[in-house]
C-alpha cells in the first residue's frame, strides 16, 4: 500500500494560533496558583475548536465554553475563538470585568474591517458563506446584520443596489465561489455604479483544498481526517467525493476504515485546518501496523512492494512536522514507526532557556533548530517587547539565538519559543535595580483604570496611582493614554506580582535638575524656548526649564488686549527672553513680543501737530486716544475742555475721533500729552506738563497702573513695563502674583 500524506495538513494559523493563546492562558493560570495568587475561570467564546478530542482536553483543564455574555463570570479570562465574536458582544465584553483575549484569526478580522468600512461609506455586503457558521454570522454584525447571504454558485437571487461588495468566508469553497463570482459580475455590470469582489478565501484553506482535489485524481482512495462539526474537514471531504467514490471520513483513530482501505494500492491523506497533529500520528501509527512496517523516502517515485505500506509527502520532501527530521531514511532503509515515534519525544520544560539555529524566518515567525526531534517556533507576538519589531528585523537563517520555552505543545510536537520573556526577564532585573538605586526608568501609558494609569515598562506592568500620575493635577487620566513617560519604582512585591511606580516623583526631580540648570546659567536678554503653564487676569506663567517666569500681559504683544489667551493658550510652546531677574526674591520676568516691532518705532509726530484721534479707553483722570496704530497719548480730564470737568465722559466717549493737539511728546517713558482743549477758542496758551513724580508717577504710557488694576479688572492694560513673579518650586502649583507686588515692581523702575 502506498500512502502520500498532504504537505498542507493540521492546524491552519487561524487555529494554531488560537490554540497556543488559549494553552498560553492555562499555563500563566497554573503559574499564578503556584505563586499563591488566586487562579481566574477560563472561557472560550463558543468552541475554540471543532474537534472533539481537543475540546475534551480542556475540558480536562477546566476550560468552559460559554455560548453568550450572561455565562461568564465577572473576574475571568475569555478567549475569542478564530472564527471571532459579533461586534455587539465584543462591545459587551469591553465593559464586562473580564480579562479578553481576542484570539480572531487575522483573515478575519481584515474581513470585518473591510465589511464595516464599505457598509459605513453607503455599499451593499454580499456575504458568500454559511449563514449558519459563526465566522460569517460575526461578519455580518459589522454590517449592522444586513448583508445578504448565500452559499450557492447561481448569483440570480443576489439583491443589487448602486454599490455593492463582495466578501467570502475565510473556509468556502474556492471553485464555488469563483463561479458565484462569474454570475454576479454578469449581473453587476448592468444593475451597479460600483461594485467591488474581495477574494478573501484563506490562501491556507485554497492550497489545502487544491492539493486534495490533486491527491484525489492520482489516488485510488481519500482519507479525510477532521471534525464532523468542522466547515472546511467537510469542503474537503466534499471535493474529494466528488473526484473519488472511495473517499472517507475518520475523526480520529477509532473511526478507521481498515478493512476498506487495505482494498486500495494507493491512499492520499489530508486532514481538515481543526486536527492536531497528535491525532494524524495516531492515524499514521495504526495503518503502519496494519502493514508491518513503513518505509520513509523524500522520493515519491520510490518502489514499494504491495505488503508494506509507504508515507511519501506530497511535496517530495518529508512526513509530518514531529517525524521529519530524525525519520528521514535512504531509499533502502526501513524503520519501525513507534520507534520513530518515540523519537520525536523532547525532553523540554516549561521556563528553560535553549540556544537553536534559525532555520526559517517567514513574515509570522522564525524557526529554531534546537537540536532535538521538534523545531521551536517563535511568532510574532513572542519576538519583543517593541510590537513593531518583526521576525526579519530580529534574525536570520542561520544566527544562533537563546530563547524561553514557554509551551512544549504535545498536541503538534512543536515548542513554542519566547524572546520576548527574556527581554521581560532582563526588564524585571532591572526594575529591582531601579527600585533599589532609585533610579528613572522609562515607560509607555497604556490604560487609565479606577485610580490610576497601568503603565508598561520593557513589557513589564507598572501601576501608577492618580495622585502619582502627574506634578500638576490631570482631570482626566485617559489623555495621558500613549504617551511615553518616566517614572521611579516605589514598591515592588515579588510575592503578588505587584510593582507601583511614580510619574511625580520622575517628574519633580527631573523639574529640580533642570531649574539648578537653568538658574545657574540664566541672564537678561537670554532666550528660551517655553512652556506656558498656566494663565491670570495678568499674564501667563511660562516654564523655561524647571524655573516658572512671568510674562505679564503687557510683554505678550504690542497690541491692547484685555486677557492673555487672546495672545496665548495653556500647553503653548513660544519663544521668551528674560527681562529681569530677582534670585534674592525668587522672581523672574519674562518678555515675548518682539522689541523690534515695537510701534512707537513708527510714530512720526511733533510737538504742537494736529491729529484726530480716537478715543479707546476712558479712566478716571482722563481719555487715552489713538495716534497711531497702538500707540496711546492721554487726554488728562484738564485738557478735554477749556470748562472744568467732573466727568470724562460728559466730553468723549469711546470711538469718538477728537481733533487734538500734540502737547508733549516723552519718548524715553513713551508717554505723549494730547489737549482737546487746545482747539477750542479762549484755550490759554500757558500749559504746564504733567508731573512725573506727583500723584502720577505710578502712570506708565500715560495710565496709572495702580488705580486701573485695582478700580476694574475688565480695564484693558496698555504697555507697561515688566512685573515680576517667584519662581515656582516643583511641588508648588503657580500662585499669581498680588496686584500691589506688580505696582511695587514698577515703582522700582
Known amino acids: 500500500m502506498r500512502v502520500v500524506l498532504a504537505k498542507n495538513h493540521g492546524f491552519c494559523y487561524g487555529v494554531k494560533r488560537a490554540i497556543n493563546m488559549i494553552y498560553q492562558a492555562i499555563d500563566d493560570n497554573t503559574l499564578a496558583k503556584k505563586n499563591g495568587d488566586a487562579s481566574r475561570q477560563i472561557y472560550t467564546y463558543g468552541e475554540i475548536i471543532h474537534n472533539k478530542n481537543v475540546l475534551e482536553d480542556l475540558k480536562n483543564k477546566n476550560v468552559k465554553i460559554a455560548n453568550n455574555i450572561d455565562e461568564i463570570a465577572d473576574d475571568s479570562v475569555v478567549v475569542i475563538r478564530s472564527h471571532g465574536a459579533t461586534k455587539d458582544d465584543m462591545q459587551k465584553l469591553a465593559i464586562k470585568k473580564v480579562e479578553v483575549i481576542n484570539a480572531t484569526c487575522p483573515s478575519v478580522l481584515k474581513i470585518h474591517r473591510i465589511v464595516e468600512e464599505n457598509y459605513n461609506n453607503g455599499y451593499r455586503i454580499i456575504i458568500f458563506g454559511d449563514k449558519s457558521h459563526p465566522e460569517v454570522i460575526a461578519t455580518n454584525s459589522y454590517a449592522q446584520n444586513s448583508a445578504f447571504i448565500t452559499n450557492s454558485p447561481d448569483a440570480s437571487d443576489v439583491p443589487v443596489d448602486k454599490n ?311 482631570e482626566d487620566l485617559s489623555t495621558l493614554v500613549g504617551k511615553s513617560v518616566s517614572l521611579k519604582i516605589t514598591e515592588v512585591n515579588k510575592k503578588r506580582r505587584k510593582i507601583v511606580g511614580s510619574i511625580k516623583q520622575a517628574s519633580n526631580e527631573n523639574r529640580s535638575k533642570l531649574k539648578s540648570e537653568t538658574l545657574e546659567n540664566i541672564e537678561v536678554g537670554k532666550h528660551y524656548a517655553g ?124 470711538g469718538d475721533v477728537v481733533e487734538c493737539k500734540v502737547l508733549d511728546i516723552d519718548y524715553d517713558n513713551k508717554k505723549i500729552s494730547l489737549s482737546r482743549a487746545a482747539m477750542m477758542p479762549g484755550y490759554s496758551e500757558e500749559y504746564v506738563p504733567i508731573e512725573t513724580d506727583g500723584d502720577d508717577a505710578d502712570e506708565i504710557n500715560g495710565i496709572d497702573i495702580t488705580k486701573s488694576t485695582k478700580d476694574s479688572t475688565d480695564v484693558a492694560v496698555p504697555n507697561a513695563g515688566p512685573t515680576t513673579t517667584e519662581a515656582i518650586e516643583p511641588n508648588e502649583p503657580a500662585e499669581p502674583v498680588a496686584p500691589t507686588d506688580s505696582t511695587e515692581s514698577t515703582d522700582e523702575e
Open 531 to 654: 512652556k506656558v503653564k498656566t494663565l491670570t487676569s495678568f499674564g501667563a506663567f511660562v516654564d523655561i526649564g524647571g524655573v516658572d517666569g512671568l510674562v505679564h500681559i503687557s510683554e505678550l504683544t504690542w497690541n491692547n488686549i484685555r486677557k492673555p489667551d487672546e495672545v496665548v493658550k495653556e500647553g503653548d510652546e513660544i519663544d521668551v527672553y528674560v527681562k529681569e531677574i530677582d534670585l534674592e526674591k525668587n522672581r523672574i520676568s519674562l518678555g515675548h513680543k518682539n522689541p523690534d516691532e515695537d510701534p512707537w518705532k513708527k510714530v512720526s509726530i511733533n510737538i504742537g501737530d494736529v491729529v484726530n484721534a480716537k478715543i479707546v479707553r476712558i479712566v478716571p483722570f482722563g481719555a487715552f486716544a489713538e495716534v497711531s496704530p497702538n500707540v496711546d497719548g492721554l487726554i488728562h480730564i484738564s485738557q478735554l475742555d477749556i470748562k472744568h470737568v467732573a466727568n470724562v465722559q460728559s466730553c468723549v466717549n469711546i
Open 164 to 474: 455593492v461588495i463582495v466578501v467570502a468566508q475565510t473556509t468556502a469553497d474556492k471553485n464555488k465561489f469563483k463561479e458565484f463570482c462569474i454570475n454576479f459580475e454578469k449581473i453587476a455590470k448592468k444593475a451597479c455604479i460600483l461594485y467591488h469582489v474581495f477574494d478573501t478565501i484563506c490562501s491556507a484553506t485554497e492550497n489545502r483544498q487544491n492539493e486534495a482535489q490533486d491527491l484525489a485524481e492520482k489516488m485510488d482512495a481519500m482519507l479525510i481526517i477532521g471534525g464532523k462539526n468542522s466547515s472546511n474537514t467537510q469542503k474537503l471531504f466534499d471535493i474529494c467525493a466528488k473526484i473519488s467514490p472511495n473517499t472517507y471520513f475518520a475523526e480520529n483513530v477509532s473511526q478507521l476504515p481498515i478493512e476498506k482501505l487495505n482494498q486500495h494500492n494507493s491512499i492520499g491523506v489530508t486532514t481538515g485546518a481543526s486536527t492536531p497533529e497528535w491525532i494524524l500520528e495516531e492515524v499514521i501509527l495504526k495503518m503502519t501496523e496494519e502493514n508491518l512496517q513503513t518505509t520513509q523516502t523524500t522520493n515519491e517515485t520510490i518502489a514499494t512492494t504491495e505488503a508494506n505500506a509507504t508515507f511519501t509527502a506530497s511535496d517530495d520532501s518529508t512526513l509530518p512536522t514531529t517525524t521529519a527530521k530524525t525519520a528521514i531514511a535512504s531509499d533502502d532503509s526501513t524503520e519501525d514507526f513507534a520507534d520513530l515515534f518515540e523519537k520525536s519525544l523532547v525532553s523540554l520544560y516549561t521556563g528553560e532557556i535553549v540556544k537553536g539555529v534559525v532555520i526559517e524566518v517567514t513574515p509570522t515567525e522564525i524557526v529554531l533548530d534546537l537540536g532535538f526531534k521538534s523545531d521551536g517556533i517563535i511568532s510574532s507576538d513572542e519576538l519583543s517587547t517593541d510590537p513593531n519589531k518583526k521576525p526579519s528585523d530580529v534574525a536570520k537563517v542561520g544566527d544562533e539565538l537563546e530563547a524561553f520555552v514557554i509551551r512544549v505543545n504535545d498536541m503538534e510536537g512543536k515548542v513554542a519559543l519566547s524572546l520576548r520573556k527574556l527581554e521581560q526577564r532582563e526588564g524585571y532585573k532591572e526594575i529591582d535595580d531601579a527600585y533599589e538605586n532609585k533610579t528613572v526608568l522609562q515607560g509607555v501609558v497604556k490604560r487609565a483604570i479606577n485610580g490610576g494609569l497601568l503603565v508598561s515598562v520593557k513589557d513589564i506592568r507598572v501601576f501608577v496611582p492618580a495622585s502619582q500620575a502627574s506634578n500638576r493635577f490631570v
